[in-house]
């Protein structure tokens, strides 16, 4: 009879010590919270390209493209003006000698002004790039605090219509971003900071 009695109480034991091992394994599930990173991506390209600063930028350096190209033609029919000139002075004459000297002033002055201006447009590209990349990624803070994300990651289209698989493959290793919840993306919220910033900022006339 003891012996019955004592088995019984550690059958109730082994029970007890399984249901409270149970309860507890719940009430510590409950009393944690599932952690959630507030995460968001965002496509820079797309920024990049399609915000109204960028368009801005493109047009002024065109602009200025175009002014140099006019500037370089003139330049040149002056040389080939000289040269036909040139042409009509016997070689022995001093005015073929006076000549060819404003010929080679032309032509030195000419070579020099073009990579001035070649650098001089490229350090202008460089400054606007920079400033237009600092702009984008204060739009991307400020969404971001918006919306109460503590990182933003940069996520990329991959162009599956290059023919080289090299390329290809390079795009595939260098993605930061292999899935995502299109509920994270902040890309459209950045774009229109972007543009509102500009206007604000007095659009093309902040440019000069």
């Known amino acids: 009879m003891h012996r019955t009695w004592a088995w019984g109480g550690v ?26 990173l507030p995460v968001g991506v965002v496509n820079m390209v797309r ?29 040149k029919e002056k040389i ?3 040269e036909k000139e040139l042409d009509a002075y016997h070689p ?24 001035m201006e070649e650098a001089r447009v490229a350090r202008v590209e460089k400054h606007w790039v920079e400033k ?13 605090k918006e919306h109460g994300l503590a990182l933003v990651l940069m996520r990329e289209e ?3 219509d290059i023919p080289d698989a090299n390329r290809l493959r390079l795009q595939i290793i260098n993605r930061k971003v292999v899935y995502y919840d299109p509920q994270l993306d902040v890309t459209d919220a950045v774009l229109k900071k972007v543009n509102e910033t500009f206007k604000v900022r007095g659009g093309v006339d902040s440019l000069r």
């Not at 022995?92 to 990579?115: G, I, R």
């Open 11 to 36: 059958i109730l034991a082994v029970v007890a010590a399984t249901l409270m091992g149970a309860w507890w394994n719940s009430a510590t599930a409950q009393s944690t919270p599932a952690v959630t």
């Open 47 to 75: 920024v990049f390209n399609d915000c109204e600063q960028t368009t801005a930028i493109k047009d002024r350096l065109s602009a200025e493209r175009a002014g140099l190209e006019a500037e370089a033609n003139q330049r």
């Open 80 to 82: 080939a003006a000289k």
């Open 92 to 115: 022995d004459s001093p005015e073929w000698t006076k000549c060819s000297e404003e010929m080679l002033q032309l032509q030195t002055s000419a070579n020099v002004w073009a990579k």
């Open 132 to 144: 237009n990349y600092n702009d984008i990624t204060d739009a991307v803070a400020a969404v971001a």
């Open 158 to 160: 991959l162009d599956l």
